[in-house]
């Protein structure tokens, strides 16, 4: 079986294994009232959605975790499926969605209900956790720095690696957790990043890299069968925290971080139109540069469905999508 079609049939495998076991978990939330409390600034369509199960993010990282370690098991058996070195971005996931889920339960049960964790305490702990992969990335894994888009030299950077990294991993964790605010688009826009990274690290030659990315496309797409409009259950911190940080560490480990800006084009816009926002009602007092930021929240109020909204992000994510593939084979 070659690369690509070992590929899509982890995808497929771990599709029906998401299906498969949602059921039971949306059982197990519902019995449990872990549902989401919804922040009252927000369009008043979202009110809604007050009670829908969150936390939905192991409803794709357990069939990603279980799949990922019997396939590494395999090895000891003498079948290369899968190489000891996703195991890195496997972690990450992890331990990204334990920080999420911590913040989820907090804003669902903890004394800030409704908030959820500190925004300093989560940024100092996703900042923590970045470091330490940063240097894993470097001095353990020893992935390729940079590669410059349609050249395959690899141009060193030196200690500037570090510090990219970090900004990386926190900044794409923070951007796909403001993205997860429609049913069904930061689950979209992250699974067509996904397959993207996965099929330039096919190219690449990273083949075990590129299986990891797949399976968590399929397990993603399995999270949309419930998660698409009207949701059944949201991802919460626990799986937008987590798909954010190892996105990076995937363009990380291929060299093609450069590309992420084109490639999550919909995450990156969503951050910078929460900075923008920020800083523009500073320097003016109070005026405010969009209707409500994150970005989603603005076409929302310009009229725009909330069906519409994640259409046609994704449209766009998909055209950049394509893009960035282009541009990393050029």
């Keep these: 079986m070659s690369n690509t079609s070992l590929a899509l049939a982890l995808a497929g495998f771990s599709f029906m294994f998401t299906v498969i076991w949602g059921g039971p978990l949306l059982r197990i939330l519902r019995h449990f009232k872990i549902g989401k409390l919804i922040r009252m600034e927000g369009p008043d369509s979202h009110a809604l959605k007050m009670g829908t199960p969150t936390m939905g993010g192991i409803l794709f990282i357990l069939p990603v975790t279980v799949l990922t370690l019997l396939l ?168 937008s925290l987590a798909l954010g940080a190892t996105l990076a560490v995937v363009a990380l480990m291929t060299g093609q971080w450069l590309l992420l800006p084109v490639i999550a084009i919909i995450p990156v816009s969503e951050a910078l139109a929460v900075i923008l926002q920020v800083g523009y009602f500073k320097i003016t007092k109070g005026k405010r540069l969009f209707k409500m930021a994150p970005l989603h929240h603005h076409f929302e109020l310009l009229g725009w469905s909330e069906t519409q909204v994640v259409q046609r992000f994704w449209l766009v994510g998909l055209m950049a999508a394509m893009l960035g593939v282009a541009l990393a084979v050029a």
Aim: charged share 10%; net charge negative.
């Design 72 to 239: 590494n098991a395999a090895t000891l058996l003498g079948y290369e499926v899968v190489g000891r070195s996703i195991l890195l971005p496997l972690l990450v996931l992890l331990v990204y969605a334990f920080l999420g889920a911590i913040d989820d339960w907090e804003g669902i049960r903890g004394p800030r209900r409704g908030l959820g964790m500190r925004a300093r305490t989560k940024f100092l702990l996703q900042l923590v956790l970045a470091i330490v992969v940063a240097y894993g990335l470097k001095y353990v894994l020893d992935a390729p720095e940079l590669y410059w888009p349609g050249s395959e030299d690899e141009i060193p950077l030196g200690n500037m690696y570090i510090p990219i990294a970090i900004f990386l991993i926190v900044g794409m964790s923070n951007a796909v957790n403001l993205t997860d605010g429609l049913d069904g688009l930061a689950g979209l826009i992250s699974a067509t990043a996904f397959a993207t990274y996965g099929l330039i690290a096919l190219m690449q030659g990273y083949t075990f890299l590129g299986r990891f990315c797949f399976t968590l496309v399929g397990a993603l797409f399995g999270f949309l069968w419930f998660n698409v409009h009207p949701a059944q259950l949201f991802m919460g911190d626990m799986g």
